[in-house]
């Protein structure tokens, strides 16, 4: 089934607005799939321990191929959309995830017509004023803590939590 997640590193105050980053999914019947069904190896938290320049690069590719080749691998799911929309800061968890749907419902339309680039948001009507701004970034916060799960199960929709 197709699904969206809220990206909480995309969600932020923006020109006294509250940004959302909506990631949005394939699911295996839908055209582009495989392309976003990836395996990727399982990166320690401790990294590469081999020889590094200064910008933190490998010194020796080829060692560092090994290396790559030696992790274990996952299988999982990218994104083939991640979409941002702006909204005011009194903005409900409804609200968003209602948005949410729309969203996802658009992108895997114009993503089926292989026309992305069609995604567009509602005009918004930004500002400096330093209220707002703070408004914004305590919604931002509770967005963050917010259980999209319950509202999943309310708005009968497909949500899921990064």
Not at 8 to 18: F, K
Request: aromatic share 8%; hydrophobic share 35%; with cysteine.
């Amino acid at each position: 089934m197709s699904y969206v997640k809220i990206n909480p590193t995309g969600c932020n105050e923006r020109n006294g607005l509250v940004q959302v980053r909506f990631d949005c999914y394939l699911e295996p019947t839908d055209v582009g799939y495989t392309e976003h069904h990836v395996t990727v190896p399982v990166i320690p938290k401790e990294g590469y321990l081999g020889k590094v320049d200064e910008m933190g690069a490998p010194v020796d590719m080829a060692d560092y191929d090994r290396w790559i080749a030696s992790l274990p691998t996952e299988t999982r799911d990218n994104p083939f959309c991640c979409h941002f929309r702006c909204f005011e800061p009194d903005i409900t968890d409804e609200g968003i995830g209602k948005a949410g749907e729309e969203i996802l419902a658009m992108a895997k339309a114009n993503h089926t017509k292989g026309e992305l680039s069609k995604n567009v948001n509602p005009p918004v009507k930004y500002s400096t004023n330093i209220v707002k701004i703070q408004a914004s970034l305590s919604r931002v916060n509770s967005i963050k803590n917010s259980d999209f799960a319950k509202i999943s199960a309310e708005l009968g929709s497909k949500w899921q939590l990064i």
